[in-house]
DNA sequence: ATGCCACACGTTATAGCATAACGCAATTGA
DNA sequence: TCAATTGCGTTATGCTATAACGTGTGGCAT
């Protein structure tokens, strides 16, 4: 799943977000890309959401907003849940990847019968500096 | 926060979704609701701000829709986290409220100095009797 | 090389989700 | 009663996402 090489498109796409100080928009990333060519909404949907399969993008549900993949290592689709913390001030993201949450929830599924098949963890707030400030 | 009583259109919206079997967009209850009235999304898109505020009715970040609380007790502002479990088959949701997934978000937010102000869980995948199907 | 296949790409159009801004009406409480 | 607050209705607009179509390109087996 994880490639040898990226297309362009996704280069450009994955750099935008790379280069970014906090999640942006498909729409965001189209405006900054219109001068390498960038026309359309779909060249950047097609491309983040290779970029998501390779897991080296991240999306964000509660922003509708896209970011780049900070975990140093293991690229590749998603072995774990992560958990993201999110500060309203400065848009910085971080990940969060915690065994026990994931057990947790897996239990939590398990009693219900339930399969789960994509989490979402995402927590609002404010980052140390931002509060500090 | 919790009000004596629902205004005519919050009462419509909510018995929209506690009617309904699955989650609904805010504009799929806006075309339930045009024989009452409800001509613009603004109608039911205030109508689900206050009701959420409530407690009463939660929207899920991950199908940008809104389902009925079905939490028995405890309305009112969200006291703790709720993760969702949501079939994507019949799109039934079940809601969980656990201690011990809060407490571990908490320390982990507390770990990074993160402040938290609102926290998103939720399951896509497939609810027993789906599976079982 | 030829033909085929898979995949990315570009474009247009459309669907779906959400809010800004205005003014009026009803309710409440001093 | 008056003022303040809140809800309401309407119009307009903006943001987010995908459908559907056709073109181009690179790999690869024949």
Do not use: W
């Not at 280069?11 to 928009?25: R, Y």
């Not at 950047?44 to 998501?52: G, I, S």
């Not at 999306?59 to 140093?72: D, K, M, Q, W």
């Not at 913390?85 to 990940?95: K, L, T, W, Y």
């Amino acid at each position: 799943m994880e490639p040898r090489k990226l297309t362009r498109n996704q280069a450009l796409v994955l750099e935008t977000l790379t280069h970014a100080e906090a999640p942006l928009s498909a729409y965001t990333i189209l405006d900054k890309l219109r001068d390498h060519g960038f026309r359309a909404p779909l060249q950047v949907y097609r491309a983040l959401e290779k970029l998501t399969e390779f897991g080296i993008v991240h999306r964000l549900e509660s922003l509708n907003a896209f970011v780049a993949c900070t975990h140093p290592h293991d690229h590749g689709p998603e072995k774990g849940v992560i958990a993201f913390a999110i500060c309203e001030d400065c848009g910085q993201v971080s990940e969060i990847s915690d065994p026990e949450i994931e057990d947790r929830l897996a239990h939590l599924a398990l009693k219900r019968h339930f399969t789960t098949e994509k989490t979402t963890i995402e927590m609002r707030g404010h980052c140390g500096n931002c509060t500090a400030a």
